[in-house]
C-alpha cells in the first residue's frame, strides 16, 4: 500500500516540474506575443523571394579588413531554380548549382517562416530572437525596409537586414555580436531583376554544388561507431537526415548555420583546441578522446565561440 506521505515524494516534484513546464510555457508565448507583426511578415516574404524571383547582380562582402566582390545570378524556370556565384577577386573562383526543385524547402526556409508558426501556435524563431523594423533605406538603387534581429540568449549571434521593399529579397545583411560588434557585411552594389542572364564572367576553376536528398547519407566519409552531439543551442535542428555514422552533421536555427565533423585517429591525439574566426564564421578544433578512441572534431559555422565550445564537449558514442 502507498502511503500519502510516500505519494508525496513522487506527486509533488512533477507538479513542481509541471508548473515549471505551464510557466516556462506562458513565457514563451508572451515572447510570441510580443513578436513585431510587421518585422515577421518581413521575414516570411524574405524566405519566399529566392524561390519566385530570377536576378543577376554585384555583391560586397566585408569581413575585417577583408573585402570580396561577388558576381551573382539566380534563374527561376520550369519548377527550379539555378545559381551561379563568380568571385570577381582573389582567385576568380565559382560556384554552380543548376536544377534545385522549387518544391523542396530546407529546414532553413521553413523556420524563417514566423508568421506560420506563431499561426499553428509555436514561436519559432521568435522564440530565440526579437525582431523589430527600423526604419528606411537604399541599396542598389532599391527602396528597402530595415529589419534588426537580436538574440535572446548568448548562444548565437544577431542580425540586421535590409529587404527589398516590393520583392523581400535580401539586400544587406550585417552579422553581429554582443556589444554590437559588426563582424561581416553583406551588400548588393547593384541587382536587376529579369530572366535574362547578362554576361557572366568565365573562371577557370568552378565548383558544383551538390544537392543530396536530406534522406540520403550526408557523407561519405564514415565513422567506426555512431555519435551524437547532445547538446545544441535552443531552436537548432539538424538539417539532414543522420544515422550517426556519418563524418558530419548540420545544424540550423532558420538563421546561423553551422557543422561538427568528427575524424577517428588511430594513434593518440596530441589534446588542445584551434580557432579561427573570419568574419562571422568561426572555425573551432579540438583533439579530445570519446571513452577510449582519440578523435579529432572541428565546428564550422556562425556561432560564438563558447557554442562551439559546448557543441564539442557534448559529444558522445550513440549506446
Known sequence: ?????????????????????????????????????????????????????????????????????????????????????????????????KAHPLECVHPGHQLLRVSEELQAGRCGLAEQYQFRVDGAERIAGRPAVKITVEPRDMYRYGYRLALDRETGLLLKTETFAQGGKVLEKFQYANLSY????????????????AHPHPAHGNDVRRVMRP?????????????????????????????????????????EIRAGEGVVREGGTLSYTRGMRLGDQPVLVTVIGEVPINTARMVADSLSWME
Not at 195 to 203: A, H, I, Q
Open 1 to 97: 500500500m502507498v502511503t500519502p506521505i510516500r505519494l508525496s515524494v513522487f506527486v509533488y516534484p512533477l507538479l513542481g516540474a509541471l508548473l515549471l513546464a505551464l510557466s516556462a510555457a506562458v513565457n514563451a508565448v508572451d515572447s510570441c506575443a510580443k513578436a513585431d507583426a510587421v518585422a515577421v511578415s518581413w521575414l516570411d516574404k524574405m524566405s519566399h523571394s529566392v524561390r519566385r524571383h530570377s536576378y543577376h547582380g554585384v555583391v560586397t562582402l566585408q569581413r575585417g579588413d577583408d573585402m570580396q566582390v561577388i558576381q551573382v545570378s539566380h534563374l527561376v524556370k520550369r519548377g527550379a531554380s539555378s545559381e551561379r556565384l563568380i568571385q570577381l577577386t582573389g582567385q576568380g573562383a565559382g560556384v554552380s548549382r
Open 194 to 209: 529579369g530572366d535574362s542572364v547578362p554576361g557572366t564572367t568565365e573562371v577557370d576553376i568552378v565548383h558544383e554544388a
Open 227 to 267: 555519435w551524437r552531439v547532445s547538446w545544441l543551442p535552443r531552436g537548432f535542428t539538424l538539417t539532414d537526415a543522420s544515422d550517426g555514422e556519418s563524418g558530419r552533421q548540420s545544424f540550423t536555427d532558420g538563421l546561423a548555420v553551422f557543422s561538427v565533423f568528427l575524424e577517428n585517429f588511430d594513434r
